[in-house]
């Protein structure tokens, strides 16, 4: 089984502090995600990537970054963080259209 | 505009019950089609696709009607265990798998 590794469950950090939140896949998987999900939101796509040193913004990159040097990582950086990014962040990886597998999230907290 | 609709409900059943739920998609060119569940939280998980034919995995079968555009989900003899939300699933992106959520429908099975 894919297995899709979150570096934190659980983070707690202070408005303007620069946040990374890392993400490793162990299947050779050339796509990765990173999503947000909301109360009555949904998940909502921030970024994507479809390669080394590639990506591709979503729905909401707005105060994101993300980093992918390596295929089997891909982090997601919050430039200066603020509480409306208090969210649970998904991170999840493909390996085609089938389908995806996440990682157990990271429920993160700005105050 | 890409968008996939589902009744958030909740549905409350009793157990051993049958339930489904329907999902409406926009974009006629979308080209795969999932269910996934998440269990209060936890990360989705992929629960089947859905073929045009339609498919059945034990007591969940799934269904699409591309001229209408919907996807339909069946869950027979209901357990305890089923509760959880449900969260359908639409593929525009190609071979990359660029997925789009629709915000879920959490079904509550009651003894």
């Known amino acids: 089984d894919v297995k899709v590794t979150q570096s934190s469950r659980y983070l707690v950090k202070r408005t303007g502090e620069k946040v990374f939140l890392e993400c490793v896949q162990d299947m050779d998987h050339e796509n990765m995600f990173w999503y947000r999900q909301d109360p009555g939101l949904g998940l909502r796509l921030i970024y994507f990537s479809y390669d080394v040193k590639m990506k591709e913004k979503g729905d909401i990159p707005e105060g994101y970054s993300v980093s992918r040097e390596k295929k089997e990582r891909f982090s997601l950086i919050l430039e200066s963080a603020s509480t409306n990014q208090t969210s649970m962040y998904l991170c999840?990886?493909?390996?085609?259209?089938?389908?995806?597998?996440f990682g157990s999230g990271t429920r993160l907290t700005v105050v | 505009r890409k968008e996939v609709e589902q009744d958030p409900g909740p549905f409350n059943v009793p157990e051993g019950a049958t339930v489904a739920f329907n999902c409406t998609y926009s974009?006629?060119?979308?080209?795969?089609f999932f269910w996934y569940r998440q269990d209060c939280r936890k990360e989705p998980k992929l629960l089947m696709s859905?073929?045009?034919s339609g498919n059945e995995d034990g007591r969940f079968t799934a269904q699409l009607n591309r001229a209408s555009q919907y996807i339909s989900l069946l869950i027979r003899d209901s357990k305890l265990s089923d509760s959880a939300t449900y969260l359908c699933?639409?593929?525009?992106?190609?071979?990359?798998?660029?997925?789009?959520f629709g915000k879920g429908t959490k079904l509550s099975v009651k003894p």
């Open positions: 699933v639409v593929n525009y992106g190609g071979s990359q798998g660029n997925l789009i």
């Open positions: 999840a990886s493909s390996l085609d259209s089938y389908g995806y597998t």
């Open positions: 859905v073929y045009s």
């Open positions: 974009n006629s060119a979308s080209q795969s």
